[in-house]
């Protein structure tokens, strides 16, 4: 599984280790993390809570430096970024979707799918263009002037998914995105999440605890103790490219 | 990456209005007292400056004895008609002389009375003080010299002994005296020490000697210079003169003194001045104030948006942009506030001038440092809260509820 440097792996992680604290209070949260994840591939991460799943999710989404090992993105190591670097390369090719929708409360539906392109610098008209179109391809065309607080949670995670795809990320990273949702809710954003998947070739990693949920993903990356327990392909819908 | 912030920092503003008015209140009340006591100020010193120049133009008062410390009085001789007429004869630099004695006596037309000072003089005092007529005639020379019961009526004798009645050619006692309105003089209104300056009779000085104060001195001289710039030289001239007069020899002080009105009037001006300067100090503390109000609420406003700073930190926000969007929030604040101030101090200062009677003087310049001061003000107390805003940990910052 592990790709060569410049081997044309979209992602790859190598004897990523990660500490938290210092000392007696120290938490060794990855011991020794390989994971290669190429182009298109729609990815699942599995593991009990405290595993290391949401640390793996941060370390790939460059806001958090792993402690040891290496992180190569599109070959760059992301561990010699700075800050700002990794601020900017979130900007161009990461999308986030959270656990807990993360959308600025008092703030429209519009609004909220805009924030990526304002920091893209977007024109306004372009700007509100795009944000429009992203919430049609999540069909919440006719909310964009509600504000969170008068959405349902699947609306709300729809519109959190619309701000990850509308600058056309490469990766898109998902922390439990079905985690705060009820079971139908929830294959409705699987399923939206495995077309945007197939139909724009975005790459998805995505955290979940359920299984039917899982299923959606081409692979199942198992965690464990901070270590990859088990990889490996579902032989399920989503077809990684090559 | 200014236009970008500015959006973020009007959308921020806009989504909490209310808070966003709280914010700047302090600003607003600071900014707009700063403007209104320095407009107020300016105004009263102005209004001062006016009613001196009203006393009369390029004027010296000569009074017997010197101005001592307070309680202290010194016994001088009064002045003689002989007086005014060698300082006519030898001072070429004044364009008038002017004696004069004044008394208080109480005016009596039918049933009416009115306590009033009267002043006797000659026709030079009206160009010495600056009088002019509004109706009727000043004194002829006849009258000057036979001391005739003729007077010169102020306007506000005219209004409490005539009402709306022509007092012209009508009578008035004063006292045992009953004389003949001939002239009415035109009105000048309060003086800068809030004394009625048209509460005035005048007669000729021989009238008053013989009928009123039973001696010949003479109390005051008024001087008017005919330049300003000779105003100096007159003054010593007219020293030198009433030295010699009074026999004073070179060891002995004055015992007289020669007053300038335009020292007087800097020094009243200089008062008022450091009096708007003073208010205007105490009122740039409250900017001060407001200013600490904007760090506090956005400080709170740091706290309070933590995760929302997360998300702009997670969606590829530098430390550079959540530092300027914060930035640009406080100073956005606190300059709408400052122009809020400064419509407010408008308003304000055209009423309280019409209340108090000072004339409105706009001051573009302590307007525009007003407004500086209040972005100033942002960007001063808005950096500490918008650093700790953009040096947040994104994972920390998501984290919190
Ligand atoms: N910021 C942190 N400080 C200290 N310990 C942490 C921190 N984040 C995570 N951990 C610890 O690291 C381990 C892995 O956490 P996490 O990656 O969140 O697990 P998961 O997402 O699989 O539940 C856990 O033991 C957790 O307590
Ligand atoms: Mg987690």
Same mark, same amino acid.
């Given at each position: 599984?592990?790709?060569?440097?410049?081997?044309?792996?979209?992602?790859?992680?190598?004897?990523?280790?990660?500490?938290?604290?210092?000392?007696?209070?120290?938490?060794?949260?990855?011991?020794?993390?390989?994971?290669?994840?190429?182009?298109?591939?729609?990815?699942?991460?599995?593991?009990?809570?405290?595993?290391?799943?949401?640390?793996?999710?941060?370390?790939?989404?460059c806001?958090?430096?792993?402690?040891?090992?290496?992180?190569?993105?599109?070959?760059m190591?992301v561990?010699a970024m700075s800050r700002d670097e990794r601020a900017l390369l979130?900007?161009?090719?990461?999308?986030?979707?959270?656990?807990?929708?993360?959308?600025?409360?008092?703030?429209?539906?519009?609004?909220?799918?805009?924030?990526?392109?304002?920091?893209?610098?977007?024109?306004?008209?372009?700007?509100?263009?795009?944000?429009?179109?992203?919430?049609?391809?999540?069909?919440?065309?006719?909310?964009?002037?509600?504000?969170?607080?008068?959405?349902?949670?699947?609306?709300?995670?729809?519109?959190?998914? =619309?701000?990850?795809?509308?600058?056309?990320?490469?990766?898109?990273?998902?922390?439990?995105?079905?985690?705060?949702?009820?079971?139908?809710?929830?294959?409705?954003?699987?399923?939206?999440?495995?077309?945007?998947?197939?139909?724009?070739?975005?790459?998805?990693?995505?955290?979940?605890?359920?299984?039917?949920? =899982?299923?959606?993903?081409?692979?199942?990356?198992?965690?464990?103790?901070?270590?990859?327990?088990?990889?490996?392909?579902?032989?399920?819908?989503?077809?990684?490219?090559? | 990456?200014?236009?970008?912030?500015?959006?973020?920092?009007?959308?921020?503003?806009?989504?909490?209005?209310?808070?966003?008015?709280?914010?700047?209140?302090?600003?607003?009340?600071?900014?707009?007292?700063?403007?209104?006591?320095?407009?107020?100020?300016?105004?009263?010193?102005?209004?001062?400056?006016?009613?001196?120049?009203?006393?009369?133009?390029?004027?010296?008062?000569?009074?017997?004895?010197?101005?001592?410390?307070?309680?202290?009085?010194?016994?001088?001789?009064?002045?003689?008609?002989?007086?005014?007429?060698?300082?006519?004869?030898?001072?070429?630099?004044?364009?008038?002389?002017?004696?004069?004695?004044?008394?208080?006596?109480?005016?009596?037309?039918?049933?009416?009375?009115?306590?009033?000072?009267?002043?006797?003089?000659?026709?030079?005092?009206?160009?010495?003080?600056?009088?002019?007529?509004?109706?009727?005639?000043?004194?002829?020379?006849?009258?000057?010299?036979?001391?005739?019961?003729?007077?010169?009526?102020?306007?506000?004798?005219?209004?409490?002994?005539?009402?709306?009645?022509?007092?012209?050619?009508?009578?008035?006692?004063?006292?045992?005296?009953?004389?003949?309105?001939?002239?009415?003089?035109?009105?000048?209104?309060?003086?800068?020490?809030?004394?009625?300056?048209?509460?005035?009779?005048?007669?000729?000085?021989?009238?008053?000697?013989?009928?009123?104060?039973?001696?010949?001195?003479?109390?005051?001289?008024?001087?008017?210079?005919?330049?300003?710039?000779?105003?100096?030289?007159?003054?010593?001239?007219?020293?030198?003169?009433?030295?010699?007069?009074?026999?004073?020899?070179?060891?002995?002080?004055?015992?007289?003194?020669?007053?300038?009105?335009?020292?007087?009037?800097?020094?009243?001006?200089?008062?008022?001045?450091?009096?708007?300067?003073?208010?205007?100090?105490?009122?740039?503390?409250?900017?001060?104030?407001?200013?600490?109000?904007?760090?506090?609420?956005?400080?709170?406003?740091?706290?309070?948006?933590?995760?929302?700073?997360?998300?702009?930190?997670?969606?590829?926000?530098r430390?550079?942009?959540?530092?300027?969007?914060?930035?640009?929030?406080?100073?956005?604040?606190?300059?709408?506030?400052?122009?809020?101030?400064?419509?407010?101090?408008?308003?304000?200062?055209?009423?309280?001038?019409?209340?108090?009677?000072?004339?409105?003087?706009?001051?573009?310049?302590?307007?525009?440092?007003?407004?500086?001061?209040?972005?100033?003000?942002?960007?001063?107390?808005?950096?500490?809260?918008?650093?700790?805003?953009?040096?947040?940990?994104?994972?920390?910052?998501?984290?919190?509820?």
């Amino acid at each position: 599984m592990l790709a060569e440097p410049g081997s044309g792996a979209l992602i790859e992680l190598m004897a990523v280790t990660k500490v938290y604290g210092q000392g007696a209070a120290a938490v060794q949260a990855l011991r020794g993390v390989d994971l290669s994840i190429a182009t298109g591939e729609m990815v699942a991460v599995m593991g009990p809570s405290g595993s290391g799943k949401s640390t793996v999710m941060n370390i790939l989404g460059c806001l958090d430096a792993p402690t040891s090992g290496t992180y190569r993105f599109r070959g760059m190591d992301v561990g010699a970024m700075s800050r700002d670097e990794r601020a900017l390369l979130r900007r161009h090719a990461l999308g986030f979707v959270f656990q807990g929708f993360n959308l600025l409360s008092r703030t429209s539906a519009l609004e909220n799918v805009e924030l990526p392109l304002i920091y893209r610098r977007v024109h306004s008209s372009e700007r509100r263009a795009r944000a429009l179109a992203a919430l049609a391809a999540v069909g919440l065309r006719d909310w964009a002037q509600h504000t969170p607080a008068e959405l349902s949670g699947g609306q709300q995670q729809r519109v959190a998914i =619309a701000r990850a795809l509308v600058t056309e990320p490469a990766v898109v990273l998902a922390d439990e995105p079905t985690g705060n949702l009820d079971s139908a809710r929830g294959h409705e954003i699987m399923a939206l999440l495995r077309s945007l998947n197939r139909a724009r070739g975005i790459t998805l990693v995505m955290i979940t605890h359920e299984p039917e949920m =899982a299923a959606y993903a081409g692979r199942v990356v198992h965690v464990l103790d901070g270590l990859v327990e088990r990889d490996a392909a579902t032989g399920g819908p989503s077809d990684a490219e090559q | 990456m200014l236009s970008n912030s500015l959006l973020l920092a009007v959308r921020e503003i806009r989504r909490n209005a209310l808070r966003s008015f709280l914010t700047i209140l302090g600003i607003v009340i600071g900014v707009a007292a700063v403007i209104v006591m320095v407009t107020l100020g300016e105004g009263a010193t102005l209004q001062v400056r006016r009613q001196i120049e009203g006393l009369g133009s390029n004027l010296l008062i000569v009074v017997p004895g010197q101005r001592m410390g307070p309680g202290m009085r010194q016994d001088a001789p009064a002045f003689a008609l002989e007086d005014i007429e060698a300082l006519r004869r030898s001072v070429p630099a004044l364009a008038a002389v002017a004696p004069a004695v004044t008394q208080s006596a109480t005016a009596i037309v039918g049933n009416r009375n009115w306590s009033t000072s009267v002043t006797g003089s000659d026709n030079s005092y009206l160009q010495a003080r600056a009088w002019t007529l509004a109706a009727g005639r000043a004194f002829t020379e006849g009258e000057l010299r036979a001391g005739k019961a003729v007077c010169l009526l102020g306007d506000t004798v005219r209004r409490e002994l005539f009402g709306r009645q022509d007092p012209l050619g009508q009578r008035v006692r004063l006292t045992k005296l009953s004389c003949e309105v001939i002239g009415l003089l035109q009105p000048k209104g309060q003086s800068g020490m809030g004394r009625d300056q048209d509460d005035l009779v005048l007669l000729p000085l021989r009238t008053v000697q013989r009928r009123l104060s039973g001696n010949q001195d003479v109390a005051v001289i008024y001087l008017s210079v005919h330049a300003e710039r000779s105003m100096q030289r007159a003054k010593a001239d007219v020293e030198h003169l009433l030295r010699e007069r009074r026999h004073i020899s070179a060891s002995e002080e004055d015992n007289f003194s020669v007053r300038d009105m335009r020292e007087i009037a800097s020094m009243l001006t200089g008062t008022t001045q450091v009096l708007t300067a003073l208010l205007g100090a105490v009122a740039s503390v409250s900017l001060l104030v407001g200013g600490i109000g904007i760090m506090n609420i956005m400080l709170v406003s740091v706290t309070e948006r933590t995760r929302e700073i997360g998300i702009r930190l997670a969606i590829g926000a530098r430390e550079r942009e959540v530092l300027s969007q914060f930035l640009v929030e406080a100073v956005v604040l606190s300059s709408f506030g400052g122009l809020l101030g400064i419509l407010l101090a408008l308003a304000a200062s055209l009423l309280l001038a019409r209340v108090l009677q000072v004339p409105f003087v706009l001051n573009l310049g302590i307007i525009g440092l007003a407004f500086l001061f209040s972005a100033a003000v942002g960007i001063l107390f808005g950096f500490f809260p918008a650093r700790r805003a953009a040096r947040l940990d994104p994972i920390e910052a998501l984290r919190r509820e």
